[in-house]
């Protein structure tokens, strides 16, 4: 079956960066995409940004857009996420998922759209 394993979260300042990944492994096709959400205290779980396997083309939420990247390294089947310019609002549980790649992105924002995920890792943005 589908494993999506997060790391790479933990501690950092105000202004600083931190990458995490995600190790996908059991997708039986390769039109697969994969995505980070995260989910504050309090709040609901929100897109951050979505990738496809087949041509690595990218998308971001508006949270996202020119602090974070996300990329994937097929050799290992890895995806990550390098967040730069970190906010205390960045403060969160990040979460890897998985689900079918379409053209139709903006399906990515809705989380019920997205069929595995992984557990989740722990983000702390200090100021």
Known sequence: QVQLV??????AQAGG???LSCRVSGFTYDH????????APGKEREGVSYINNRD???YYEDSAKGRFTISRDSSTN???LQMNSLKPDDTAVYY????VSTTNTHYYSLDDWWDHWGQ???VTVSS
Do not use: K
């Not at 997060?6 to 501690?11: K, T």
């Not at 890897?96 to 689900?99: P, Q």
């Open 120 to 122: 989740g890792t722990q």
């Open 78 to 80: 890895t995806v990550y």
């Open 17 to 19: 960066s931190l990458r």
């Open 32 to 39: 697969y995409a994969i995505a980070w959400w995260r989910q």
């Open 96 to 99: 890897c998922a998985g689900g």
């Open 56 to 58: 690595a083309r990218a």
């Open 6 to 11: 997060e790391s790479g979260g933990g501690l």
